[in-house]
């Protein structure tokens, strides 16, 4: 996996001492910035104590809050005693605006490989939060769950100045997506791409030649929406907008997808019946990439993880 040498001087982590004997407002240091390549610093270094098993090499804040899986942890608790390496792949992104970095990849625990996604908040160069999830095969509840993943050029990109979209409206569109997928009838509250795709746990869910998943993962983003497929999922709740990298055109969201288990038998619009796979009280829990391109989202990336039925968030007071 690359990683981006960064040094303390880049993270900018020398603090001016105040040269009065009682701090006052306005001779208190300011917030030190950490641009894109500090945050890239801070994640490379969170990652090497992650595999060495070692939280003390982490630079945390007095009190930071780690979670893993939507449960709050000790920092140096789950993760942290059973990894035994990470694969090469990994999608990164950070939003020096918010002092947020993240990182998509897959992690080996001795003959388990799990999708992740990793958010750090950074203060003055330290980490107060730090929010994971691993979809375990053997514990998501989720039938699809693939570690094999190649890298996605779309994600990777730097766009030109004139193809980027507002952190206003990038954020509007990913809330659009989650409005489309609740109650999903048919109505589209956000524009896609012609060639949108989605990833799920690893597996691609949109345009697939063989659609081993559903029938329905042949169509796109937004034939699958138009289509009203989503309309068992009843609420997209606790909805969190973490990080906006503007030259990148990402967007990642958190929150959950709560079914309630009522709907059984339903109709497409195009008049298929379709049963629910949810016939019982359900949630998920999310995190989610998304792509912008021209205030469009043409790529979502997601992970996420079954938790019990409307289980509140540790990131939601």
């Known amino acids: 996996m690359r990683r981006i040498a960064v040094s303390m001087a880049a993270c900018g982590l020398a603090l001016a001492a105040a040269d009065v004997p009682r701090a006052r407002a306005d001779s208190l240091p300011a917030p030190v910035t950490c641009e894109r390549a500090c945050l890239y610093g801070v994640l490379d270094g969170y990652l090497a104590a992650l595999q060495a098993h070692d939280p003390s090499r982490v630079r945390w804040t007095p009190r930071p809050t780690v979670t893993e899986n939507n449960v709050e942890l000790r920092a140096g608790d789950g993760l942290w005693g059973t990894i035994s390496g990470l694969d090469a792949y990994e999608l990164r992104f950070a939003d020096p605006q918010a002092r947020q970095v993240v990182a998509f990849g897959v992690v080996e625990e001795t003959t388990t490989k799990s999708p992740y996604a990793l958010r750090l908040k950074v203060e003055n160069g330290a980490v107060s939060e730090a929010e994971l999830l691993v979809v375990r095969p053997q514990d998501a509840g989720i039938p699809f769950v693939n570690a094999e993943m190649a890298s996605r050029p779309e994600f990777n990109e730097l766009l030109p100045k004139a193809q980027r979209t507002s952190r206003e409206q990038m954020i509007a569109a990913a809330n659009g ?92 619009k195009d008049g298929t019946t379709k049963t629910s796979m949810f016939r019982r009280p359900h949630s998920f829990v999310l995190l989610e990439a998304f792509k912008i391109q021209g205030g469009k989202i043409q790529g979502v990336e997601a992970v996420f993880h079954t938790v019990p039925y409307n289980m509140p968030s540790p990131w939601v007071k």
Do not use: M, W
Not at 177 to 197: I, K, R, S
């Open 177 to 268: 997506y989650f409005d489309t997928l609740q109650l999903n009838d048919g109505t589209l509250h956000v524009a896609f791409t012609e060639d949108c795709n989605r990833r799920e746990d690893g597996t691609q869910s949109t345009n697939t030649v063989q659609a081993i998943l559903d029938p329905i993962s042949k169509f796109g983003c937004a034939d699958q929406f138009r289509l009203g497929q989503y309309r068992y999922d009843d609420r997209l709740r606790d909805r969190r907008f973490l990080a906006v990298d503007e030259e990148r055109g990402i967007v990642l969201a958190g929150g959950f997808i709560d079914h309630e288990g009522r709907v059984g038998d339903f109709k497409l």
